[in-house]
């Protein structure tokens, strides 16, 4: 009798407690947070107008993406232009704060590249995982100040990894942390997502902060204008071409007898 009433008790626990939702139930409800999967889809293209701070300093950033793999950010900082771009194939930068002050595109190294293929992403490695090589993994629960979260292990294609938390009320992302080896230095950065706001219909993170894991000196991001579906040409994804050089002097012409 008292062992049919505990087997009973056994079978209904897990409707009366409720069962842990699987990592296909949680990806489901992060797809609809964000607004679904029909207009994440939607969208050929972004620009996002942004203002950055890196200590004492603010300036303005434009970040844009187009289907199925193009990623342009550009910031203006004392009047000098700093651009990564990538193509889908092609990664470059024009970086004139560098030793030698140069303007011209130059090719990425390949840890950037990596890292630019994760960028051009505009859906991010969330969506559709398997299809793209990911290996994805729930780590069940963890905290993450002072909020509960999903916390799932990602091991991209290109063998980098990610931790993601996913706030167990909105199931949006409040923080991803990342492990990447830049020349043989493994390093190791944190970001936190925060100040949702529906941006036609998906919700976007409005504020970002990254930086080095433990270390104080964070990077800001205020997201201050979304526009979807804009038209951006190939060539701004392009890698210019370097100028021509300019032509030798004419050879001087020989001494007259």
């Given amino acids: ?13 897990p409707a009366l407690f ?48 187009k289907r199925p793999a193009k990623f342009r950010m550009e910031l203006s900082i004392q009047g000098n232009q700093l651009i990564q771009a990538y193509d889908g194939k092609v990664g470059w930068s024009i970086n004139p704060f560098q030793q030698s002050a140069k303007k011209d595109a130059e ?12 960028q051009a992403d505009m859906d991010g490695p969330l969506v559709d995982w398997k299809e793209k090589g990911h290996a994805l993994e729930l780590q069940g629960r963890e ?4 909020g509960d979260t999903f916390k799932m292990k990602l091991v991209l294609k290109n063998g980098n990894t990610q931790t993601i938390y996913l706030d167990t009320d909105s199931y949006l992302e409040v923080k ?17 997502l925060g100040d949702y ?4 219909g998906l919700m976007i993170a ?19 204008k979304v526009e979807f579906n804009v038209p951006l040409g190939d060539e701004r994804f392009n890698m210019p ?10 050879a001087p012409a020989p001494a007259k007898p």
């Fill in 107 to 118: 090719p990425m190294t390949p840890d950037e590249l990596r890292e630019m293929e994760v």
């Fill in 197 to 200: 706001k529906e941006e036609g």
């Fill in 176 to 192: 991803t942390s990342s492990k990447r080896k830049i020349r043989d230095t493994e390093i190791e950065a944190e970001t936190t």
């Fill in 241 to 250: 071409a370097k100028p021509a050089a300019p032509p030798a002097p004419p």
């Fill in 18 to 65: 409720g069962q842990a939702p699987t990592l296909d139930q949680i990806l489901a409800k992060h797809y609809e947070a964000k607004g679904g999967l029909a207009k994440l889809k939607a969208v050929s293209s972004m620009r996002l107008t942004a203002k950055m701070s890196g200590g004492p300093m603010d300036f303005p950033a434009v970040i844009e993406a």
């Fill in 143 to 146: 905290s993450v100040d002072g």
């Fill in 1 to 13: 009798m008292i062992r049919a009433q505990l087997v009973s008790i056994l079978l209904i626990a």
């Fill in 206 to 224: 409005h504020a970002i902060e990254a930086g080095a894991k433990g270390s104080p000196q964070k990077q800001k991001i205020v997201i201050e």
